[in-house]
Structure formats: C-alpha cells, structure tokens
C-alpha cells in the first residue's frame, strides 16, 4: 500500500520520505472492501477520501426512476469520494461499490486538513488531484454528448483496458452510454 501510494504521489509532486510521506501513511487507515460491497451505506455520508491500491471501484447514481447508472470506474493508483459530501457532510448521491475485493486506503477531512496544514506539498497535491478530476469529468461530459460510442469504447480500449477484462459488460454499457445489446454489436465490429 505504501509504496503505490507515495509513487503515485511523486509523480505529480516530490514528497520529503522522511516527513510528508510518513505523515500521509501515519493518518490513513488500510482496509479491505469484499466484492460487490459498498464503500459506505446507500443514501449515507461519504466521510473519507480514498486511495485504491488493488481492485475496481464502480461509481453510480440513481436515476429518477429509479435505475441503477454507472457513471465512472476507479482503480489500483487512483483516489475517489463524493467531494461534495466529503467537504459539505451532506448525503451523497454516489454509491461506491468493489467490482472485485478492493485493498484501500482511507482518510478523513479533519486529518487531511491537519496534513494540508502542516505541509504545503501535500496541500498543492489535493489541488492538483482536484484540478484533474475537473478535467476528467468535463472531458467525460463532453464525449457523452458529442461522440458516438464506438468511439467512446475505442478510446476506453486504450486508455482503460483492463476494465474491458475486469468489469462485467452491462457495467461497461451503461458507463459508455448505451445498451449491452450495442455493445455486444461494438465489440463484434473491433473483434473482427
């Protein structure tokens, strides 16, 4: 846990081992979230920001009618949580659930505020993490709306394979925007 936490750190800034890394890991708790379990309860509090170091989380909603909508993935080396209800202590609209166990890390806003606090590096990485979700989102946004969803699984063929291998199809339909049925009918076009 410790090493992929402080490398995927040290790739955006460059921590001091002996103080800023050890203080991440001295405020963050490990833990183990069994497949097709939820980070939190449905309709509760996200209290923590987490860090996966294996597995797949999937994100979703509830639609107005009801249905279940998978909106994002996130996996080993990544961070999530309902910045929303994290900062604002408000019911969170996501649900978090593992596609498989799930090995994390979690922290909660009283100490990654006293971290912010006490070491400015650690501070600008929350920015920066921040900044590149905005960005991702946005991106995400604007492909849903303007490009076909061959293209959008192409692009997840790239950049995400191994949730293709990892995430059950009717997962990976409904992030890409569509039906299983049209995926199944991509997925034959890219396998011929």
């Known amino acids: 846990m410790k090493t992929l936490l402080i490398s995927s750190i040290n790739k955006q800034i460059q921590l001091n081992p002996q103080e800023e890394a050890d203080a991440i890991l ?17 309709n509760g509090v996200c209290k923590y920001i987490y860090f996966i ?11 107005e009618s009801g249905e279940n909508i ?12 309902d910045y929303g209800s ?20 979690k922290i909660n806003l009283s100490d990654l505020s006293k971290l912010y606090a006490s070491y400015p590096k650690i501070e600008t990485f929350g920015r920066l993490i921040a900044e590149q979700t905005a960005q ?26 191994d949730l293709l291998q990892r995430v059950p199809q009717k997962y990976i339909a409904a992030y890409l925007g569509i039906k ?3 995926l199944s009918r991509i997925r034959k076009t890219y396998s011929n």
């Open 26 to 42: 001295a405020f963050g708790q490990t833990l183990t979230l069994p497949k097709d379990q939820l980070l939190y309860p449905i």
């Open 53 to 63: 170091e294996k597995g797949i989380i999937r994100h979703s909603y509830n639609s």
């Open 70 to 81: 998978t909106c994002d993935f996130s996996m080993e080396g990544q961070f999530l949580t």
């Open 86 to 105: 994290f900062t604002k202590n408000e019911l969170s609209l996501y649900q978090f659930q593992a596609m498989e166990e799930v090995l994390y890390l």
């Open 136 to 161: 991702r989102i946005t991106q995400m946004a604007r492909s849903l709306i303007s490009e076909k969803a061959a293209y959008r699984y192409e692009r997840l063929l790239k950049e995400r394979p």
């Open 180 to 182: 299983p049925e049209s």
